[in-house]
Structure formats: structure tokens, C-alpha cells
Nanobody, 122 residues
Framework: QVQLVESGGGSVQAGGSLKLSCVASGYDFNLCGMGWFRQAPGKKRELISSISGFSSTITYVDSVKGRFTISRSGAKKTLYLQMDNLKTEDTAVYFC???????????????WGQGIQVIVSS
């Protein structure tokens, strides 16, 4: 069965860094674009970054540009999100997602991870 398993979350102070990982299994990893979504308290889930199957196309929401870096490893079937200079407003549950790319309001990912908590304190 298809699985997307996130890891690397936790609690950090503002200005710190975290690296999220998402290990994928059960589908052809290289054929699917992937992305990271997040949902902060009281807010709707939003796409913050995406990456195509061979990393040729990468997107970031304005609020994370210059601070977050998305990448993927075909050999390890893993999606990453390096988060630097974290801010309190980055506090959210982060979700790994894959396939049915590109992601829009009317075109949601086919597969989702369970989500992982990131808490940034001042």
C-alpha cells in the first residue's frame, strides 16, 4: 500500500532550523510531483512548496522563500524540506503529499502523509 511517512518535526526556537523528511513507498516515486502543505492553528491548509518528479520545477509560497528548501532523492524515495530561520508563524502541522500534480484547489494530491508537528517558540 502507498505510504508517506514524515519525520524530523519538533519544537525549536525562532531562528533555528529543522529538516523534515518524507519516505514514500508503494508507488513509482519518480513519476509523481510532490509537495509540502501546512496547516496552522485557525487557518486553512496551504501549499508551501512543490517539486516535480525530476526536480526541474520548484515552487515556494512567498512567506517561505529564501528560508525553506525543498528537495528529493529518487534513490532513497524521500522528499525533504530544509527549514532555516524559522519564525513563530511557521508553527503548524506539516503534510507531505504526492501525485496528481500540479496541486490546485481543484486538483488535490492523490496521497497524503499523516502530518507532523512543527512548533517555533520565541
Amino acid at each position: 500500500q502507498v505510504q508517506l511517512v514524515e519525520s524530523g518535526g519538533g519544537s525549536v526556537q525562532a531562528g533555528g532550523s529543522l529538516k523534515l523528511s518524507c519516505v514514500a513507498s508503494g508507488y513509482d516515486f519518480n513519476l509523481c510531483g510532490m509537495g509540502w502543505f501546512r496547516q496552522a492553528p485557525g487557518k486553512k491548509r496551504e501549499l508551501i512548496s512543490s517539486i516535480s518528479g525530476f526536480s526541474s520545477t520548484i515552487t515556494y509560497v512567498d512567506s517561505v522563500k529564501g528560508r525553506f528548501t525543498i528537495s528529493r532523492s529518487g534513490a532513497k524515495k524521500t522528499l525533504y524540506l530544509q527549514m532555516d530561520n524559522l519564525k513563530t508563524e511557521d508553527t503548524a502541522v506539516y503534510f507531505c503529499a504526492a501525485c496528481n500534480f500540479p496541486f490546485t484547489n481543484n486538483r488535490q494530491p492523490q496521497y497524503w502523509g499523516q502530518g507532523i508537528q512543527v512548533i517555533v517558540s520565541s
